[in-house]
């Protein structure tokens, strides 16, 4: 099992936005079946304006499988695509973090 963390650095005052577009994206995914988003906000960090995204999955072809938009049909990704857009306006950079859950 893989644990994959997405962390977006937002411009100032623009991470209430974002939360929005990945509270979205993550009740979208749960519909198409997709794993479980947790989406958090930092409350002391390196840094102010954070948001992390967290979900798990059984192994990277799943994530990759995920990433490429499998299972989902046209609609779908219309939403997603809808709801996504313009997160770059939102964001000054990120990383994504993958780990190996050991227990």
Known sequence: ???????MYCKPGKVRPL???FLAMAKLS???GMP?????????SDRYWMLVA???????????????GGGQNS????????????YH????HGRR??????G
């Open 1 to 7: 099992m893989l644990l994959i963390r997405e962390i």
């Open 19 to 21: 939360v929005e577009k």
């Open 30 to 32: 749960a519909k198409v």
């Open 36 to 44: 479980k988003m947790r989406v958090m906000t930092d409350v002391c």
């Open 54 to 68: 967290e979900m798990e999955v059984a192994n990277m072809a799943e994530f990759e499988r995920m990433m490429q």
């Open 75 to 86: 609609e779908d990704m219309k939403e997603f695509e809808s709801i996504m857009k313009g």
């Open 89 to 92: 306006d939102l964001v000054d």
């Open 97 to 102: 973090e993958i780990y190996k859950i050991e």
